[in-house]
């Protein structure tokens, strides 16, 4: 079986009023348990960063890790998580943000990057980009540079790209 993008959006299992009621969840779970899209979807994303010398993939809590961490192997470059307040035993850098239905908290340990990396910074999905805004400061306060920005899944009717900061190259291999 040859895979194609048409497979990778239909195995995406869509999710009505969740977390609450209006939200359609897209899970991405249905995608990577098929082991010919998983090996598709790797191969996809990797092929697009390959030349670029990314050092460090930054991966955010909790699905972002599931790629982000496989990318990172395949481009032989280090991983970083960013995770949920409380959950990173060392120092850290804390970055707030709006959600589509509330709001949180990101951090990452202060000692996770350094100036020279070029990073790619990896989450599941983009929906109104609040989430991968504050990822991309605390990324800066490490006076990285290099930054580019993935997600597996782009919900486009929300328009969260565009909420991201220009200079920072985005590419999502589906889009909704």
Known sequence: MTVTIADVKNSVRNIPDFPKEGIQFKDVSTA??????FKFIVSEIKSHYEDLGITKVVGIESRGFILGSTLAGELHAGF?????PGKLPAETFAQSYDLEYGSDSLEIHTDSLDKEDVVLIHDDLLATGGTINAAVNLVRKFGVTKIYVNFFVELDFLKGRERIDKNVPVWSLIHY
Do not use: D, S
């Open 32 to 37: 990577f348990k098929e082991k010919k899209i």
């Open 80 to 84: 970083v998580p960013v995770r949920k």
